[in-house]
């Protein structure tokens, strides 16, 4: 069983930046895949970015390419979101995601509780 926390969500305006994190709770976090995802209020869940378990891998969605960038640190058993150039719409409540596997799976077997992000206009 693998916990996953997330933090760093908050109140910003647009075109203001936030990075979030997520820490596992798991000895082999190196063999994990990671990936973010985000549910807005009356929406379903949607992918936003994923990261293989080295980090020379990433993948994501079209609405935050370019903007957002996902990585790991490894050592720290976290996976981090940076998010740029925020707008209204990114408005949501960001999920962590993490599955073992080689490559980025389309599927994930843990999720976070989820930190809120809010995006003022």
């Known amino acids: 069983q693998v916990q996953l926390v997330e933090s760093g969500g908050g109140l910003v305006q647009a075109g203001d930046s936030l990075r979030l994190s997520c820490v596992a709770s798991t000895r082999t976090f190196g063999t994990y895949a990671m990936g973010w995802f985000r549910q807005a209020p009356g929406k379903e869940r949607e992918f936003v970015a994923a990261i293989n378990w080295s980090g020379r891998n990433t993948y994501y969605a079209d609405s935050v390419k370019g903007r957002f960038t996902i990585s790991r640190d490894n050592a720290k058993n976290t996976v981090y979101l940076q998010m740029n150039s925020l707008k209204p719409e990114d408005t949501a409540v960001y999920y962590c995601?993490?599955?073992?596997?080689?490559?980025?799976?389309?599927?994930?077997?843990?999720w976070g509780q989820g930190t809120q992000v809010t995006i003022s206009s």
């Open positions: 995601a993490a599955k073992w596997a080689l490559d980025i799976p389309t599927k994930y077997d843990y």
